[in-house]
C-alpha cells in the first residue's frame, strides 16, 4: 500500500517462507530445556528481543506484578529485572515454545514480525502491538492485537487464565503459518524473476 500510494506501478508481495522441519520440537525438549534454564515451576511469558524499541520495557512494566518467568533473548540492551537468554536458533526456538505467551509489542512499524511469525508455528499464543505488516499477521492468524500498554495486563490474565482459549488461538495461529514454506517462498521468487524477465 505505501509503495502504491506513492505511485509505483509494478509492486509485488512475496511474504517471507520458513523452514517447518526446524518448528518440530518434542515436549521432552522443551522439559529439558526449562531444566537447563531454571524455568519450572511457573508459566513463561516472553517478552521479546532485548531491545527498547521491540517494547519489552514497557511490557515488563506493565507486566511486573504477574507470578510469571519473564524472558528475553538476544543481546541485552536495556535493564530490565527480567532473565536474558542469547540462544542460538535452535534454542531461541525452544524458548518459544517453552513459553505460555509471546509478547510482541513493537513500538515501530514492522515488516511483518518474525518473532510473532515463529511463535505462532509453535503454537504459543501471541499479544501484539499490531504496528506495520505485524497488524497483517496477528488479524489473519486470529492472534491479539493490543495498541495500548495499559492494556496489556487485562489481555495477558485472560490467556494466563483461560487455557481453553489458548488452544484457540494457537490453533488458529498454526493454521495460518503453516502456508509460508520456504518452498512457497522460493517458488514466488522465480516466479517473479521470470515475469520482470519476459
Given at each position: 500500500?505505501?509503495?502504491?500510494k506513492?505511485g ?12 517447518l522441519?526446524?518448528?518440530n520440537?518434542?515436549?521432552q525438549?522443551i522439559?529439558e530445556?526449562?531444566k537447563?534454564h531454571k ?5 513463561i511469558i ?5 531491545q ?6 514497557d ?9 510469571v ?5 538476544g543481546?541485552?540492551?536495556v535493564?530490565i529485572?527480567?532473565?536474558n537468554?542469547d540462544?542460538?536458533?535452535?534454542e531461541?526456538?525452544k ?7 509471546a509478547?510482541?509489542m ?16 509453535l503454537?504459543t ?5 499490531g ?7 496477528l ?7 493490543c ?10 490474565e485472560?490467556?494466563?487464565n483461560?487455557?481453553?482459549?489458548r ?19 522460493k517458488?514466488?521468487w ?9
Amino acid at each position: 500500500n505505501y509503495f502504491l500510494k506513492q505511485g509505483f506501478k509494478n509492486v509485488y508481495k512475496i511474504y517471507c517462507g520458513f523452514n517447518l522441519n526446524n518448528f518440530n520440537i518434542e515436549d521432552q525438549e522443551i522439559l529439558e530445556f526449562k531444566k537447563k534454564h531454571k524455568l519450572e515451576g511457573k508459566p513463561i511469558i516472553y517478552l521479546g528481543n532485548c531491545q527498547k524499541p521491540k517494547g519489552v520495557v514497557d511490557s515488563y512494566r506493565a507486566l511486573k506484578d504477574l507470578d510469571v518467568y519473564f524472558v528475553t533473548s538476544g543481546t541485552k540492551r536495556v535493564k530490565i529485572p527480567a532473565l536474558n537468554f542469547d540462544l542460538d536458533y535452535k534454542e531461541y526456538l525452544k524458548l518459544l515454545k517453552a513459553s505460555i505467551i509471546a509478547i510482541t509489542m513493537s513500538k515501530f512499524k514492522e515488516g511483518w514480525c518474525m518473532t510473532s511469525h515463529e511463535a505462532m508455528l509453535l503454537k504459543t499464543p501471541v499479544i501484539g502491538s499490531g504496528m506495520g505488516g505485524m497488524k497483517e499477521l496477528l488479524e489473519n492468524g486470529g492472534q491479539i492485537i493490543c495498541t495500548d500498554f495499559k492494556e496489556l495486563k487485562k489481555k495477558v490474565e485472560y490467556l494466563l487464565n483461560n487455557s481453553e482459549e489458548r488452544k484457540k488461538i494457537s490453533e488458529r495461529g498454526y493454521n495460518y503459518v503453516k502456508n509460508f514454506t520456504l518452498e512457497k517462498f522460493k517458488k514466488e521468487w522465480i516466479d517473479l524473476t521470470n515475469k520482470v524477465l519476459e
